[in-house]
């Protein structure tokens, strides 16, 4: 049984708690936070649960041996780096650092204590994801895609109101691109690898980070289109495009339905897909097949495979956000 701890009480780390004690691999064995009522308001539904408001007491929880982060962005860094080196295990949500360095730093010293970090991009991790991974080489020559996720964040009313939630925060890492671009940026990087030029035109908001923009990720022989945003709403199909045929999704950082639109043939496919009721299952399932056998040679390439994808991943949200003069805090350490 894999002993979770959890920093960050809210809805998607019970999301997260969820899924995990659904796959029947994990139990939640304790819960952090700076607050003792905070912690017990999460952890209550779950039973017998330990709580700390000290981070280095909650670390030192003999049980425990995985720890997911779901704290504001900016905090990750330091959370994963003091638990990996109480030796255990981290999974930290998207996006997981803010910085190549950040991320480089806590990839060598897990290799170094003998632990594991895993990135929660959870829409690589479904089933529907690799089925699009599994058809694209079976089609014509790819001329290109657009992928978009743009959903008003009902904390940017704050905003307008003068104030800075963490979510528009430079100095929580946050924005657009860092909390929804990088679900269409992991779908990209890993159906078709890294590009070889990337652009971002992007509108900052009051706080200086941004609010809505558009990617274009330049592959030798097509460009992948990305809209994000947090300051609207886009009901937009997210497709990508061959000399014949188009497939459509539904969304691109969840996948429930799939078409095939086969000019030659003039034929519209609808592909079965089977949806979780939770989301994060899938990934959890992952995370748990790696934690409980590491040293697999199927687990190891899949690990490496994940570790590479994350770093490509931080790499272009970085490069990007300074193309458009978004600077975080975490830039400065």
């Known amino acids: 049984m894999i002993h979770l701890g959890i920093i960050g009480t809210n809805w998607i780390t019970h999301q997260f708690v969820a899924a995990a004690i659904e796959t029947g691999k994990f139990e939640l064995t304790a819960v952090y936070s700076r607050r003792l009522e905070t912690a017990q308001a999460f952890g209550e539904r779950y039973g017998t649960v330990q709580y700390a408001t000290d981070l280095a007491e909650f670390l030192a ?67 529907n994801f690799k089925k699009v991974a599994d058809i694209l080489p079976e089609m014509d020559q790819i001329i290109g895609a657009n992928f978009s996720y743009m959903k008003y964040s009902s904390r940017y009313d704050a905003v307008l109101a003068g104030e800075e939630p963490n979510i528009f925060s430079p100095k929580f890492s946050g ?11 992991y779908a990209a990087v890993g159906w078709f690898g890294m590009p070889q030029s990337v652009h971002h035109f992007a509108r900052k908001i009051a706080t200086g980070v941004d609010g809505i923009g558009t990617v274009i990720l330049r592959y030798p022989d097509f460009d992948v289109t990305i809209l994000h945003g947090k300051i609207g709403d886009s009901f937009l199909p997210s497709e990508i495009y061959t000399t014949s045929e188009t497939i459509t999704l539904d969304g691109i950082n969840a996948i429930s339905h799939m078409t095939r639109h086969k000019r030659l043939e003039n034929e519209v496919v609808e592909l079965p897909l089977e949806v979780k009721d939770n989301p994060m299952v ?27 994808l994350a770093e490509e991943v931080n790499g272009l949200l970085y490069e990007l956000r300074n193309q458009v003069g978004v600077s975080f805090s975490a830039d400065k350490e």
């Open 61 to 127: 929880l003999p049980r425990l041996n995985t720890i997911y982060i779901a704290s504001p962005n900016s905090l990750h860094f330091n959370q994963a780096k003091a638990a990996i080196l109480a030796n255990k295990n981290v999974i930290v949500e998207k996006p997981a650092f803010s910085t190549p360095k950040e991320m480089a730093e806590i990839i060598q010293l897990a290799k170094e204590k003998n632990v594991l970090f895993f990135e929660a991009a959870r829409n690589i991790h479904e089933a």
């Open 175 to 185: 924005g657009s691109l860092s909390d929804l671009g990088v679900y269409p940026i």
């Open 282 to 308: 899938e990934e959890a399932n992952h995370f748990a097949a790696i934690i409980e056998e590491p040293t697999t040679q199927a687990n190891q390439i899949r690990y490496q495979q994940l570790l590479k």
